[in-house]
């Protein structure tokens, strides 16, 4: 048993309640103190890319021993995906907790901030370990739940009309998720992923488990905003603080969502054709209309927002392709190259969208407006901001160098070589619509002339937010190496063996 | 309130109180446990409130007391869970202590120790909760 799995929900857990006991007598101390919990979860999470993601280890909570090769404890599994997004979730995280030292500062209840902040990061954690279903919904709740006040947190009508919505859709979804997993345990008498894919291997009622996928892919859906349930997404990202928008849109929607899709479509039921065929059309449809949503948008946070239920789509798009071909049984190594660049767009997703995110705070921080009309000519006064976002707004339009690039031609390519035509010229036009939004973005945040006499009072921002800005913006050019063969089989190539093989996951688990 | 009202609760508090820690002390041999009984004791604090009115600074000064009981008791909870990781087995929510005999009070091991500290966790967080609720009203009637 690897001790390192329990860590990543521990720590965060402890450091939550830590901040508020120590905060109280000591301020400040929170500030610090969740930098350094969640530099030291990238440690460990960079740690275990680089030991053990080959192989697949398990952790028996408890020391639950199974019985008759049925396992009746609760299991934590770490492999080559769960070890991917914890990377992302930890790195941005860290990112975003080192930028709220100087962002958070304007805001009361710092306190209340920090330890809401290392709770959403042990809900994360806690989902993308967890080895069966209740306690992905458990954790998931801790999560988002943490998310619905982090969005509330400055308690101005907008982020409490914001957080409403979230919280009505989010309990809809949650109650969904829920009725989904009690139907699961009626029929199959086990929570374990592993177990059920034991069970059902051995026939089941396909009537009764197609309501139950519907019920899963529309809960989880919901809380990854796919294309008909994304309502309550742009009034949230944009209203919540930077920081935090930032880890709502680069790690939440994925790890809530779309990595809890891609696990049981992959590891837990058994593929079929018409399931597939569904969500690659919610991909293809959030992909088109969350761009043409996004385009007249003038409030910067609301254009990222959109953005990023179009970006998803290009995730769920691609592995929805990759889910036909290994449903229909031929090639795959197409399926694997679609897969391969899902999972690569995913990752490349959370940075360049945090780091815009982080831009976007870095704009409201200075001169205090969301509206793209009212700024202009800022790239003079802040170089560094307009660098790094000229970057991540090159990298969401797949421009060459950034990753963004690499990621979205694997994805086309793969389409295009899976006879997906329709598909590969979607991705190709919304690519263009994006840089088309961005470019408007580029030109009237930062080049734009304004007339207003304010050009002296503005500074760049102070050094825990650049930093901030400037690692992500590197990670942006780096994560572009991935698109080289053999790294990519390194890093990314555990994720996509343990998903291309349906019943790898299950047997390792039973096995051990 | 009426005297009858404040009398009764004086004189029903202190029962509901000792029923709680009943439901809290045997969780791990009749229904109910930490949560239940958390309820049940947060229940006595409401009543009395609810009974001698509210006074607003007395019941922020008892907010923060409830809240920095809250986030102690939830750290212990968390504490006893890594105390198996630190044992020597390296095994995250090991039940290490003597189990006894089973139908005693004092058995199963960890489990008595968890349900007390759940049970504090419980009733300090209804109450805050039930405080912040009073607290936002008599913040807007001001």
């Given amino acids: ?512 | 309130m009426t005297v009858i009202v404040k009398k009764t609760t004086q004189l029903i508090a202190g029962m509901v109180f000792l029923y709680g820690i009943y439901v809290i002390i045997h969780g791990h041999l009749t229904p109910g446990g930490g949560f239940a009984g958390g309820v049940v004791m947060a229940g006595s604090f409401i009543l009395l409130i609810l009974a001698f009115g509210s006074d607003f600074m007395h019941l922020t000064k008892e907010e923060s007391g409830s809240t920095l009981y809250e986030n102690l008791a939830i750290l212990v909870v968390v504490f006893l869970s890594v105390s198996g990781l630190l044992y020597g087995a390296r095994i995250f929510f090991l039940n290490w202590l003597p189990k006894g005999t089973a139908g005693e009070l004092v058995s199963a091991g960890m489990l008595p120790l968890y349900n007390i500290f759940v049970g504090i966790e419980v009733a300090s967080s209804i109450l805050t909760i039930f405080l912040a609720l009073v607290i936002f009203k008599e913040e807007t009637l001001e």
């Fill in chain 1, 1 to 512: 048993m690897n001790p390192l799995i329990p860590l990543f929900v521990i720590i965060p857990l402890a450091g939550a309640f830590l901040i508020m006991i120590i905060g109280k007598f000591l301020s400040g101390f929170g500030r610090y103190f969740t930098s350094a919990i969640l530099l030291s979860l990238v440690v460990f999470s960079i740690y275990s890319l680089f030991t053990g993601s080959g192989t697949l280890s398990l952790y028996k909570v408890g020391g639950w021993e199974p019985v008759n090769r049925i396992p009746i404890g609760i299991y934590m599994v770490m492999d080559g995906f769960t070890v991917i997004v914890l990377c992302i979730i930890n790195i941005i995280g860290f990112l975003s907790a080192f930028y709220s030292i100087s962002y958070i500062k304007r805001y009361t209840s710092e306190n209340f901030y920090y330890a809401l902040f290392c709770l959403m990061t042990a809900g994360m954690n806690g989902v993308v370990l967890s080895g069966d279903l209740f306690n992905i919904f458990v954790f998931m709740e801790i999560s988002v739940i943490a998310a619905y006040a982090l969005v509330a947190f400055g308690v101005e009508k907008n982020e409490l009309e914001a957080t409403f919505k979230y919280q009505v859709l989010g309990c809809l979804a949650s109650f969904m998720i829920l009725i989904g997993i009690g139907f699961i345990y009626w029929k199959a008498k086990t929570l374990n992923i592993a177990d059920i894919k034991e069970v059902l291997s051995s026939g089941y009622d396909r009537t009764y488990y197609l309501v139950v996928q519907i019920l899963i892919l529309s809960g989880f859906g919901l809380k990854a905003a796919i294309i008909p349930f994304h309502a309550w997404l742009p009034d949230a990202h944009s209203s919540a603080p930077s920081p935090i928008s930032a880890m709502l849109s680069g790690v939440l929607i994925k790890a809530v969502g779309i990595y809890v899709i891609i696990r049981l479509f992959f590891n837990m039921f058994e593929l079929s054709e018409n399931m597939s065929v569904l969500i690659t059309t919610l991909g293809a449809l959030s992909m088109v209309i969350g761009v043409f949503l996004a385009i007249g948008q003038w409030d910067i946070k609301r254009l990222l927002a959109y953005h990023s239920i179009s970006q998803m789509g290009y995730v769920v798009l691609s592995v929805g392709a990759g889910m036909i071909l290994v449903a229909q049984g031929e090639k795959p190594e197409i399926a694997t190259l679609a897969i391969a660049g899902g999972i690569f767009h995913l990752v490349n997703h959370a940075v360049f969208k945090g780091l815009l995110f982080l831009n976007a705070g870095a704009i409201e921080y200075t001169i205090g407006t969301r509206d793209l009309k009212e700024m202009g000519g800022l790239a003079k006064q802040m170089p560094a901001t307009s660098a790094t976002s000229f970057i991540a707004s090159m990298s969401i339009s797949g421009i060459p160098p950034f990753n963004g690039f690499f990621s979205k031609l694997i994805i086309i390519i793969a389409c295009v070589m899976a006879k997906f035509y329709l598909l590969a010229a979607l991705a190709v036009l919304v690519s263009i619509i994006t840089l088309a939004s961005f470019l408007k973005f580029q030109r009237y945040a930062f080049y734009n002339k304004t007339d207003r006499g304010r050009e002296k009072t503005i500074k760049e921002v102070p050094f825990p937010m650049l930093f901030s800005m400037v690692i992500m913006s590197l990670l942006c050019v780096l994560l572009s190496l991935l698109a080289i063969p053999d790294i990519r089989d390194t890093i990314l190539g555990p994720a996509i063996d343990i998903l291309m093989d349906p019943v790898k996951y299950s047997t390792q688990i039973i096995g051990i």
